[in-house]
């Protein structure tokens, strides 16, 4: 009772009176009787800025099907695409309209006509939400004339004079691009609630760096980290073997611009060296994946890559040797491939089966100890540590990531990870041995983050380096729910021919996930209630034009990765899922691939979206039953004690100004 009546005291400092408490009341009451809000689910969306935005700006298609439920029986279709294209990137739109008009005359018509729709899809859109939600949300330079704007009321005609002048005084005053523009973006913010981005937004694609500062921008957002994403995290808290990683794929893809531009780390020293070690003929099977589409690129830069490439990954190799030998629990000796080579001969010999080296130059291992770096490499080892711990960018994306992002989420009954629950072949769950204790299900998860902050918080360099060798386990690691497969074959897809040694067997998770009693299993193993709940996974590219379907499991399993990024796209047959989820249910949502801003804006080509049901709500879903009504009820309880405190005088109210 004590701690109790402690806490109303310290509630009714909020709260000082009779009618302040049951003011709030009634608002919570109110709220919680309003439908639930849109839920935006996106994954791997791999540095694919463009189509990632566009996504994000027409929110999977819902302002287009705002659009059409308002204005079907109004405008063409053509009309409708060119009002949604102008909410998706107003400026540009604008002025791509405006260049095609001479009179001033019609360009005021055009405004007074757009605005017009404008303000009708915003009183649509924000009629879900209290005005305080949507007053929070408006543009500071408009606040006070969108607010008049939005309590407009077309079946009353007394401040129809009222309204008009407004909207001729926006024109005259040369402010209506602008204002075109903050009622455009309130449209966006208002017709989702809240963003989960499950895993993956760094790697292959160019432009992680602008998503992770979309997402800073973004009103209400979380993040499941993905494997790519903690290899990054890996590498900005020092890990060599994790930034090894990075610049390999980063050389890979063509992409060292997000290491160097994006993020001012130079690889000045990596290239130099990579120039006086490595032949031209040696680095052939490290020529960057290039851009087709990519004009501006010159033979002999592409050179200096291959070797970079290469050079990065032998260090990478020798590295990861490292860690395996000093960490018996990752039972990883297998992936010691320096050892199985015959240097002399040019083989190496896997699982007893020998293989021909496509690429015989090694000149930086010494096969008496083959994972030893030479004085050349340690030194740019350890500039690159250095240097990523010391980019002030990159410090503040990562910590970005570190702040918003989890392992897994719990949400509104579903459960939301990237990777998999690891599993053995029998369906229970896999146990993974962490400094003598064995964690699995939702235990390893939760360790797994443990070690993945405390290896970015830590100053202690023996615990530090304990973190940062799992956190490389998870990227590669049989056990690993962000990986979920038994080996990474690095080595062998630089070196090795036969394809069969390239094999990655997946997570025994991948094929049981089709399971209606394995999804309810790993419901049920997060708290969460089987017979209502949703797996939202990523990770996995989900084959279409294979015929895989990304509903699984009776709809006990959602996986919306269909590949984003464009390396994805010739395996896959389309440019990704999204999933929205809002008062009526939810919908799956398949994308063909973004062609480019200008097509976008010019032509109106808006990404082609096919919308599947997956589930559909019974009675409209309101806020009562979701996380926030959840808790919304408790402050209610709270304030419901507060309120009986003051009527029988235990507390005694402070009307004090």
């Known amino acids: ?275 006086m070690t490595y032949t031209e003929d040696s680095a052939n099977g490290f020529y960057p994946k290039i851009d087709k589409e990519k004009k501006d690129f010159y033979e002999e830069e592409v050179r200096q890559i291959a070797k970079m490439h290469q050079a ?32 002399e001969n040019g083989t190496i010999t896997i699982k007893g089966e020998t293989y021909p080296l496509t690429n015989t130059y090694f000149p930086t291992i010494d096969p008496a100890n083959p994972y030893k770096l030479t004085k050349e490499e340690e030194a740019i080892v350890d500039k690159l540590i250095y240097a990523f711990k010391n980019s002030g960018r990159l410090q503040k994306h990562i910590s970005y990531l570190y702040n918003k992002g989890n392992m897994y989420l719990k949400y509104n009954d579903n459960l939301l990870f990237h990777g998999c629950v690891p599993l053995n072949e029998d369906g229970s769950f896999m146990e993974f041995n962490i400094r003598d204790k064995s964690y699995k299900g939702k235990a390893l998860l939760d360790k797994f983050e443990e070690i993945l902050r405390k290896g970015y918080l830590t100053r202690d360099k023996e615990n530090k380096e304990k973190h940062l060798d799992i956190i490389w386990y998870l990227w590669t690691g049989a056990a690993s729910s962000l990986f979920g497969k038994d080996q990474m074959t690095t080595f062998e897809r630089y070196y090795i021919e036969d394809k069969a040694t390239h094999e990655e067997k997946k997570n025994a998770y991948y094929n049981m996930r089709n399971d209606i009693a394995t999804c309810e299993r790993i419901l049920a193993e997060f708290g969460l209630d089987p017979a209502k709940g949703h797996i939202i996974n990523g990770h996995t590219p989900v084959k279409e034009k294979r015929g895989e379907d990304p509903i699984k499991a009776d709809g006990r399993m959602l996986v919306i990765d269909g590949g984003f990024s464009k390396a994805y796209q010739g395996t896959t047959g389309l440019a990704g899922y999204t999933l929205l989820y809002n008062s009526y249910g939810m919908q799956l949502v398949s994308h063909q691939p973004f062609t480019s801003l200008k097509n976008a804006i010019e032509n109106e080509f808006d990404i082609m979206s096919t919308r599947r049901v997956v589930d559909r709500e019974l009675e409209r879903k309101k806020v009562r039953e979701t996380d926030i009504g959840i808790r919304l009820s408790e402050q209610v309880k709270d304030l419901k004690e507060l309120l009986e405190a003051y009527q029988n005088g235990e507390i005694v109210e402070n009307h004090k100004k």
């Not at 859109?125 to 606040?143: D, G």
């Not at 990065?312 to 992936?335: C, N, S, T, W, Y």
Request: charged letters at 25%; aromatic letters at 10%; hydrophobic letters at 40%.
């Open 1 to 275: 009772m004590d701690s109790k009546n402690k806490y109303l005291t310290l509630l009714a400092k909020e709260y000082p009176t009779i009618g302040e408490t049951t003011t709030e009341i009634i608002n919570l009451e109110a709220i919680m009787n309003l439908p639930k809000g849109t839920e935006h689910f996106l994954s791997d969306v791999h540095g694919e800025y463009d189509a990632f935005q566009h996504v994000l700006r027409n929110g999977s298609g819902n302002i287009k099907e705002k659009i059409h439920e308002i204005f079907t029986d109004r405008l063409s279709k053509k009309d409708m695409s060119t009002l949604a294209t102008l909410i998706y990137y107003p400026e540009e739109k604008i002025k791509n309209i405006l260049a095609d008009v001479d009179k001033e005359e019609e360009i005021d018509e055009w405004y007074r006509l757009t605005l017009s729709r404008l303000i009708e899809l915003c009183v649509f859109v924000a009629s879900k939400y209290t005005s305080s939600k949507v007053r929070k949300a408006l543009p500071r330079e408009f606040t006070y004339i969108i607010e008049e704007l939005l309590l407009k009321d077309n079946s009353f005609s007394n401040k129809e004079d009222y309204y008009s002048k407004i909207i001729q005084s926006i024109i005259s005053l040369d402010r209506a691009p602008q204002f075109i523009a903050a009622i455009s973006y309130l449209i966006q913010r208002l017709v989702v609630d809240h963003l989960h981005v499950v895993g993956d937004i760094y790697d292959r694609g160019p432009y992680p760096d602008k998503i992770i500062d979309t997402l800073i921008d973004h009103h209400s957002v979380d993040i499941q980290w993905g494997n790519h994403d903690i290899l990054w995290m890996g590498a900005a808290s020092g890990s060599a073997v994790c930034i090894a990683n990075v610049l390999r794929i980063s050389a890979r893809y063509d992409n060292l611009e997000i290491i160097e531009d994006a993020y001012g780390i130079s690889l000045r020293q990596l290239l130099t060296f990579a120039e």
């Open 312 to 343: 990065i990954a032998i260090i990478q190799f020798k590295l990861e040797g490292v860690i395996i030998k000093r960490q018996p629990d990752f039972k990883m000796e297998h992936r010691m491939v320096l050892n199985m080579i015959d240097y």
